[in-house]
């Protein structure tokens, strides 16, 4: 089975400093996983994702996201926070049989504070 | 390109009412996935449809169905509302067709049942 487990609530953070919104995963197979974002009242959108290659992935607004197999984690990060970045985080992994299925975390309510 | 769009964006119903959701994906997108919202839930997986079909199915009752009509707008449709049901329902829609993951959220349609 697949699942992701998001174990922060809440994250607080002053606007300059980094941050980082934790991920863990449990899949069977390779892992594909994603990060999203949800501003209020509207949709999620996609920041990134790890398929494979490098541990490293670059993504939208500045985001990056590292993948750690041994520790089975997933975590997004960023060097210098906004006020803007501000928002709802989620991570997702996908069903390694079905293309088009996804778990998501229960999500991480990220707050920057000026 | 225009994004996902979702009708209406909000609705109130009743106990034992039925509601029908819309959701138009992205131009050329032909697999449409839906999720229900709650505070306590996090982001469930209902369905997805590929190509008029359905390909991936949640764990929700049958109340709960949908459908793909041939220019790939999706429907979902909950029958018999329970209180529970309240919830922001999104619909996603994914390049199926170039193998590629990412999917792209309409805003949602938040549904309320009294």
Same mark, same amino acid.
């Given at each position: 089975?697949?699942?992701?487990?998001?174990?922060?609530?809440?994250?607080?953070?002053?606007?300059?400093?980094?941050?980082?919104?934790?991920?863990?995963?449990?899949?069977?197979?390779?892992?594909?996983?994603?990060?999203?974002?949800?501003?209020?009242?509207?949709?999620?959108?996609?920041?990134?994702?790890?398929?494979?290659?490098?541990?490293?992935?670059?993504?939208?607004?500045?985001?990056?996201?590292?993948?750690?197999?041994?520790?089975?984690?997933?975590?997004?990060?960023?060097?210098?926070?906004?006020?803007?970045?501000?928002?709802?985080?989620?991570?997702?992994?996908?069903?390694?049989?079905?293309?088009?299925?996804?778990?998501?975390?229960?999500?991480?309510?990220?707050?920057?504070?000026? | 390109?225009?994004?996902? +769009? #979702?009708?209406?964006?909000?609705?109130?119903?009743? *106990?034992?009412?039925?509601?029908?959701? @819309?959701? !138009?994906?992205?131009?050329?997108?032909?697999?449409?996935?839906?999720?229900?919202?709650?505070?306590?839930?996090?982001?469930?997986?209902?369905?997805?449809?590929?190509?008029? +079909? #359905?390909?991936?199915?949640?764990?929700?009752?049958? *109340?709960?169905?949908?459908?793909?009509? @041939?220019? !790939?707008?999706?429907?979902?449709?909950?029958?018999?509302?329970?209180?529970?049901?309240?919830?922001?329902?999104?619909?996603?829609?994914?390049?199926?067709?170039?193998?590629?993951?990412?999917?792209?959220?309409?805003?949602?349609?938040?549904?309320?049942?009294?």
């Amino acid at each position: 089975a697949q699942s992701v487990a998001q174990p922060e609530d809440q994250v607080n953070v002053a606007e300059g400093n980094p941050l980082t919104v934790k991920c863990t995963y449990s899949v069977s197979g390779n892992p594909y996983l994603f990060w999203y974002v949800q501003y209020p009242n509207r949709g999620l959108q996609f920041l990134l994702k790890y398929i494979t290659g490098d541990n490293l992935v670059k993504g939208s607004y500045g985001f990056e996201a590292e993948f750690n197999k041994s520790q089975t984690s997933f975590h997004l990060k960023k060097p210098s926070a906004l006020v803007s970045d501000s928002a709802l985080y989620f991570c997702a992994v996908r069903d390694w049989n079905n293309f088009n299925k996804f778990y998501f975390g229960s999500g991480t309510k990220l707050n920057v504070k000026p | 390109k225009a994004g996902v +769009t #979702q009708t209406p964006r909000y609705l109130i119903k009743t *106990r034992g009412q039925q509601v029908t959701l @819309s959701c !138009s994906p992205i131009s050329g997108h032909r697999s449409v996935s839906w999720y229900q919202q709650t505070p306590g839930q996090g982001l469930q997986f209902l369905f997805e449809y590929f190509s008029e +079909t #359905q390909r991936n199915k949640g764990n929700f009752p049958g *109340r709960f169905s949908g459908r793909q009509f @041939s220019n !790939s707008r999706s429907e979902m449709n909950v029958s018999t509302l329970e209180l529970g049901d309240s919830a922001l329902y999104l619909c996603a829609s994914t390049d199926r067709d170039r193998g590629l993951n990412e999917q792209f959220f309409g805003p949602g349609t938040r549904l309320t049942v009294l």
